[in-house]
């Protein structure tokens, strides 16, 4: 069984920076993609950033690319994002999925965290 905590969300100012937390535990995920997806009230959850176990290969959408950055430390078993210059239209719950074919898409992941609030005012 796979387990994800994200944490590092909360209330900040339209220009501000959080940096949000995945760690993972379970088994191991040298093999695995880890994505960021999003999900603001009334909307469908929708892709953020994503970003192979390894490190090499990493994908953003359009929205966040050059303010967001997604990392991994393998040895804690943690994917970070990195989100700067935030908008008040990044305001969300933030989920991270861990799966074998990863991707935009949700159904290229196996497991989901529980999510962590996001707010932003302008």
């Known amino acids: 069984q796979v387990h994800l905590d994200e944490s590092g969300g909360g209330l900040v100012q339209a220009g501000g920076s959080l940096r949000l937390s995945c760690a993972a535990s379970?088994?191991?995920?040298?093999?695995?993609?880890v994505g960021w997806f999003r999900q603001a009230p009334g909307k469908e959850r929708e892709f953020v950033a994503s970003i192979t176990w390894s490190g090499r290969s990493t994908y953003y959408a359009d929205s966040v690319k050059g303010r967001f950055t997604i990392s991994t430390d393998n040895a804690k078993n943690t994917v970070y994002l990195q989100m700067n210059s935030l908008k008040s239209e990044d305001t969300a719950v933030y989920y991270c999925?861990?799966?074998?074919?990863?991707?935009?898409?949700?159904?290229?992941?196996?497991?989901w965290g529980q999510g962590t609030q996001v707010s932003v005012s302008s």
């Open positions: 999925g861990a799966g074998r074919y990863g991707g935009r898409w949700r159904s290229g992941y196996d497991y």
């Open positions: 379970g088994r191991t995920f040298s093999s695995y993609s």
